[in-house]
């Protein structure tokens, strides 16, 4: 059996926001989400990288999937709390091992970076997702009982 190829993961930069913005926008069109378009997304991620407010994880050669983290001071400890707001492949390049290999390296990051959690948030449809995240070592269980996720637009 042959080796798996190497994924290759990159940190984007301030540089990278077009690029950033093209794969969230590509996203929320596939799964008929609301997108301001690449144009908006770009000025934003570019703003965000630039400040240090996101870290973004750019996999694949075009780059072809991006994992879009969070960092934020716990108040349950001295350490940090990461949050996976976004991971994503493109269509034609799943099954491949990016989003694995983005989402390994999202939990060096965060643990790079102080986090001793990280938290991320599905849907109950997406059943490769959720897959990929037990195999992984997610659990939506706390004591037993299934953990929810709200969201409300203000």
């Known amino acids: 059996m042959a080796p798996k190829p190497q994924i290759t993961i990159r940190l984007a930069k301030a540089a990278d926001a077009a690029v950033v913005a093209t794969l969230l926008h590509d996203f929320n069109t596939e799964f ?3 997108t301001p378009g690449v144009p908006a997304l770009t000025e934003r991620a ?13 996999g ?9 983290l969070r960092f934020r001071p716990s108040v349950w400890s001295d350490s940090l ?3 996976l707001e976004e991971l994503y492949v493109a269509p034609r390049l799943r099954g ?16 790079e970076r102080g986090a001793t ?13 959720i897959g990929l995240y ?6 939506n269980l706390e004591d037993g009982a299934k953990m929810l996720f ?3 637009d203000l």
């Open 81 to 83: 709390d990461a949050y």
């Open 96 to 111: 491949h091992g990016i989003g694995r290999a983005l989402l390994e390296r999202a939990m060096e990051l965060s643990r």
């Open 117 to 129: 959690r990280i938290e991320l948030g599905t849907s109950e449809t997406d059943t490769a997702a």
């Open 150 to 152: 709200y969201e409300r």
């Open 32 to 34: 008929d989400d609301p």
């Open 60 to 68: 694949g050669e075009g780059p072809d999937g991006l994992a879009q």
């Open 46 to 58: 570019g703003k965000l990288i630039s400040e240090g407010e996101i870290a973004v994880l750019l």
């Open 134 to 139: 037990e195999s992984s070592g997610f659990s």
